[in-house]
């Protein structure tokens, strides 16, 4: 898992590339949760993301809690079709705003 870490103005982009499961959710967690902070806005960028297994998923759901929770706002950008179809299935996908591209995401968060 490459993990990507920048900002633009005032809103956090974070690029992933590779699969997340449960080998690699943790590392993911340590890296992405402690940015959401009061008021943050981060965008996640999962076009490089082929997979997520339900380690995954849960770590999503974390961090929808932890900034909405802060008042801050989480944008997904770029699922795969398999993981909009798994977080469709579970429910997930309802609690999530997500864009097609960077582009759009950035607009909608600025």
């Known amino acids: 898992m490459d993990i990507n870490i920048k900002n633009l103005k005032d809103v956090t982009v974070v690029e992933m590339a590779g699969d997340i499961d449960a080998n ?5 967690q340590k890296e992405v949760l402690p940015l ?3 008021g943050s806005k981060i965008l996640l960028d999962m076009t490089k993301v082929p997979y997520t297994s339900s380690a995954g998923l849960r770590l999503l759901l974390s961090l929808y809690r932890q900034v909405t929770g802060n008042d801050g706002q989480l944008v997904l950008v770029g699922l ?3 993981i909009q179809d798994t977080m469709s ?3 997930f996908l309802e609690f999530f705003t997500r864009f097609d591209d960077v ?8």
């Open 103 to 110: 582009d759009a995401g950035l607009k909608a968060l600025m």
């Open 89 to 91: 299935i579970t429910g």
């Open 36 to 38: 959401a902070k009061p």
């Open 24 to 28: 690699t959710a943790p590392t993911v």
């Open 80 to 82: 795969s079709e398999e």
